[in-house]
């Protein structure tokens, strides 16, 4: 990860073969303890605003490990992938509540069968293609109230869009 960069150039090996040692050992502790962040630090980690994170964590999708003396979240390496996680399902569509309900799946793996989270995902891409099929829906109607429409500077009086809003038997059949 870069945390540390020297060179040593000690000739004698026993020094040589201490200082790796205590160096590999520091390396293996350092390794070993948990370390924490607060939130200002998983927002810079993630590109999530400080308000989204305090946000999720209301809605139980993020959970600080602790709080500091003081009252400051402190969140883990596992934050970082549940973040990591929630872009991810955000990205693809999922809405807060799927993914809340994934997470939970994803917790409790050895609970939970595949074709549950199979059956989330064929639900949300039931409702995408709905969604496809609705704006489709809405783009031709558009295009063929636009191309009724002259354009021209005429006075709206007369528009062919306008009265298409208006009317329903007058223009092009939206719905």
Known sequence: MGLFKFTLKILDPKVSFRVYTLVNLFIIAFKEVELTMRIGELSKQTGFQVETLRYYEKKGLLQP???TDSG???YDAESLKQLKFIH???SVGFSL????????LRVEKDQHSCSEV???AEQKLEQIE???TELTRMRDALY???DACCGGDEPATSCTILSALDDESKGVKLS
């Open 118 to 120: 199979k059956s989330i």
């Open 88 to 90: 991810q399902a955000k």
């Open 130 to 132: 709905n969604k496809i």
């Open 97 to 104: 509540n799927e993914i809340s309900e994934l997470l939970t």
């Open 144 to 146: 063929v109230i636009s």
């Open 72 to 74: 400051y979240r402190e």
């Open 65 to 67: 490990v602790s709080r």
